[in-house]
């Protein structure tokens, strides 16, 4: 699809299943951004295939995820929130403070990704607007 091209649209006439369904059953390269009155989602698609997504929902972070999956422990959580700088990635930080592995970190990414979706799939009402790209 062309680079600019871009749908946009009210969740009460569509699902966010639905949305997710159709971006990659065409195998698109797309992002979906969601917006509702309380947070906003978006997901990143790569010709079809989910491979990043983003809430600004607080309980969707990347440490409070680690945190609920017992990846991390409460003091592991807090020791680190008191060092992260905005800058800096709370991720990255965990590997260097020796509570993640690299590897860790890239399985919780993917679990963190997944734990969006799955949130986003309750939307009932907000906007959609899906943006075709060839990158991003």
């Given amino acids: ?3 600019n091209l871009s749908i946009t649209g009210e969740l009460a006439e569509t699902t ?15 992002i979906l951004s969601l917006d509702a009155i309380t947070r906003s989602d978006t997901i990143y698609f790569h010709e079809g295939r989910i491979v990043f997504a983003a809430s600004t929902d607080p309980d969707m972070g990347l440490a409070e995820t680690l945190l609920r999956m017992g990846e991390i422990n409460i003091q ?30 890239t399985r919780a990414i993917e679990r963190q990704a997944n734990a969006i979706v799955l949130n986003a799939m309750e939307y009932r009402t907000g906007s959609y607007n899906i943006e075709f790209t060839s990158e991003f």
């Fill in 1 to 3: 699809m062309s680079d």
């Fill in 16 to 30: 966010v299943p639905d949305l997710i369904r159709s971006i990659v059953r065409s195998s698109e390269t797309a």
């Fill in 76 to 105: 592991q959580y807090s020791h680190a929130m008191e060092r992260v700088v905005v800058a800096r990635r709370i991720g990255g930080l965990l590997c260097e403070l020796g509570y993640l592995k690299p590897d860790d970190l």
